[in-house]
């Protein structure tokens, strides 16, 4: 049983900050890397981040680098996804993903499990 949970999303102005959560339970011994995901209303989801379940690799898409920063809290098996000066561009549906088979990949195929989405609201 795997179970992943996002959380911490809501309505931020323009230049704010968000910390988004995902939480995981269930087999996560048999994670091999995790990715975060957006998908804006009429677009496809996208990538956005991703690293390895054990650390060491993290990887960004190019509208994430130098604002948004992935770090853990293995003790309770916790992604986070720092957003910072976000913009209207980046609201979306944001979706944690768990891969069994791969490295990070901003390929939405490759993830197994997905979190329901939590949104986030970015307003000029």
């Known amino acids: 049983q795997v179970q992943l949970v996002e959380s911490g999303g809501g309505l931020v102005q323009a230049g704010g900050s968000l910390r988004l959560s995902c939480a995981a339970s269930?087999?996560?011994?048999?994670?091999?890397?995790m990715g975060w995901f957006r998908q804006a209303p009429g677009k496809k989801r996208e990538f956005v981040a991703g690293?390895?379940?054990?650390?060491?690799?993290?990887s960004y898409a190019d509208s994430a680098k130098g604002r948004f920063t992935v770090s853990r809290d293995n003790a309770r098996s916790t992604v986070y996804l720092l957003m910072n000066s976000l913009k209207p561009e980046d609201t979306a549906v944001y979706y944690c993903?768990?891969?069994?088979?791969?490295?990070?990949?901003?390929?939405?195929?490759?993830?197994?499990?997905w979190g329901p989405g939590t949104q986030v609201t970015v307003s000029s």
């Open positions: 993903a768990v891969s069994t088979d791969s490295d990070p990949t901003p390929i939405s195929d490759a993830y197994r499990y």
């Open positions: 269930g087999r996560t011994w048999t994670f091999r890397a």
């Open positions: 690293q390895t379940w054990s650390g060491g690799m993290t």
